[in-house]
């Protein structure tokens, strides 16, 4: 455990500094190719019913985290038998995988520079990387909305919550969250045709996210305070607004940022061309602005480190047989 602990730490400051490099394979990509690749497989062996499409998307949802977590668990497994360190170095990069904090960050300062420097064309094609909305109907107010609420989102999906999984059981665990996250992502949309073949691997996120989710508020919350910004508000408004939403962990960061910064997110969204009508989170205290964008970012790190810092220490103790 000790040497998964600080393949942690390292992870995390190597994901840091170096983000997700563009033109090296990644592990979710490949994930990705093997829901694809899978979905194809149980779609041409079930009936297309509601039912059988349901039992599909289980078997689905087994088969993804199954190969998902045993593959890198035997690459360590191998790697930690030849020799410690390099079993470190691997469970190092795969822990920077895992996580995406500099890659949030860069791809929402995207959003930020478009705003700022360029079009709204170009506004909305840096925002449509980084989320599943529609975005051709979006103003300058609305992109930039919609790049805060995925950091304030992304923050529990990208950071924290993977964070818990890698502290709890290393690389292994933290790559079954990320399978787990993938398919809803990919799968986990009320439309045809997803809509009944996804339904298991929307529902097991919300059930692997629902501890993590609030855990990442908390810290949110906490990391606000220190940044100075109104953890009262973002009290209030978590605790009023964080069922706002359809998921029922969605919006559990969404609702502290939006009080933490005064703000009011979500509403309305189109999706697929079809408009989803959506609660308001949080209340107007001030206009919506471009330098929101790296406000949250700030906070997004801030409530990464207090993260890191609270896995870290509760892993520790594990390690030392408290």
């Known amino acids: 455990m000790m040497w998964s602990l600080i393949a942690l730490v390292l992870g995390f400051c190597l994901d840091l500094i170096v983000g997700d490099p563009h033109g090296i394979p990644h592990p979710v990509v490949l994930i990705g190719k093997l829901i694809s690749g899978v979905e194809k497989l149980v779609r041409r062996i079930f009936p297309k019913t509601v039912l059988g499409e349901n039992i599909a998307g289980g078997v689905l949802w087994l088969i993804v ?70 975005v051709a109907r979006l103003d300058r107010d609305g992109v930039t909305r919609a790049a805060v609420e995925t950091v304030a989102e992304n923050t529990s999906d990208g950071i924290i919550a993977p964070l818990v999984f890698l502290a709890i059981g290393g690389a292994p665990l933290g790559f079954f969250y990320k399978a787990v996250n993938t398919m809803d992502s990919m799968l986990g949309y009320v439309e045809p045709p997803y809509k009944d073949i996804g339904l298991v691997s929307a529902k097991m996120d919300d059930v692997f996210n629902f501890l993590p989710a609030r855990l990442s508020a908390l810290v949110m919350l906490a990391a606000g305070g220190l940044l100075g910004l109104d953890a009262g508000n973002g009290w209030r408004i978590f605790r009023r607004d964080r069922f706002n939403h359809a998921s029922p962990n969605s919006a559990q960061t969404e609702s502290v940022c939006a009080g933490l910064l005064g703000l009011r997110l979500a509403g309305d969204a189109w999706y697929h061309g079809v408009l989803h009508k959506k609660p308001y989170i949080g209340d107007p205290v001030r206009e919506i602005g471009v330098d929101d964008i790296p406000l949250a970012c700030k906070l997004l790190y801030a409530s990464a480190a207090l993260a890191l810092v609270l896995c870290a220490a509760v892993k520790l103790l594990f390690v030392i047989g408290w």
Not at 106 to 131: C, F, Q
């Open 65 to 134: 985290v199954s190969v998902s977590t045993a593959v890198p668990g035997g690459i360590l497994w191998l790697c930690y038998r030849l020799t410690p360190w390099l079993g470190l170095a691997v469970e190092t990069v795969f822990c920077a995988q895992i996580l995406a904090t500099k890659s949030l960050k860069t791809e929402s300062m995207k959003v930020y520079t478009a705003l700022k420097t360029g079009t709204l064309e170009d506004a909305r094609y840096a925002v449509s990387m980084i989320v599943g909305r529609d």
